[in-house]
């Protein structure tokens, strides 16, 4: 009986372990170790954004997985991220709030994101918290004036590369 109770608190701790980092092999063979945020998505069925946004256009949004380099994440909790995806750079919300990506340390670093993409309007009001939140200045807040009509995107999953 003993010997059961140790097995099954083996199991429960041994079950809990999650780190959510797993190594990857690429495809130079090499083992690239990522982190998961939010709901643990693949890596697999990438898009490309210059061909979802034609579709966009006509559906308003659009489920989709894109990859790119992490230009920047709110500084003060990693509430959002801006992604460049080569031609353009994303803003990226996190949905619902329900997680957060590193504050620091990731600018640069490669990251694929799964969820909505859609047409954003994003009022004078937000672009200044967002700045704020940035850590911009106070003359650069001051200089925002007009609200932004861009792509915007809420990730249910994150993966960034360590």
């Given at each position: ?42 890596q ?5 954004l ?5 579709s ?11 990859s ?7 500084s ?34 490669k ?14 009001e ?37």
């Amino acid at each position: 009986m003993k010997n059961i109770s140790l097995l099954c608190l083996a199991i429960i701790l041994f079950s809990c372990n999650n780190t959510n980092q797993n190594p990857i092999l690429n495809s130079k063979g090499d083992s690239q170790s990522y982190k998961f945020y939010g709901k643990v998505i693949s890596q697999d069925s990438i898009k490309n954004l210059e061909l979802e946004k034609e579709s966009l256009m006509s559906t308003g949004i659009k489920t989709s997985k894109i990859s790119g380099k992490i230009v920047e994440t709110c500084s003060k909790k990693g509430c959002w991220m801006t992604l460049d995806t080569g031609k353009d750079t994303l803003f990226i919300k996190f949905r619902d709030y329900a997680f957060f990506v590193p504050t620091d340390s990731v600018e640069g670093k490669k990251a694929i994101i799964q969820g909505d993409l859609f047409l954003d309007t994003v009022t004078v009001e937000m672009l200044k918290h967002y700045a704020e939140d940035a850590g911009k200045s106070e003359e650069e807040i001051a200089q925002i004036t007009e609200p932004s009509y861009d792509l915007g995107f809420t990730a249910d999953g994150v993966i960034i590369a360590e």
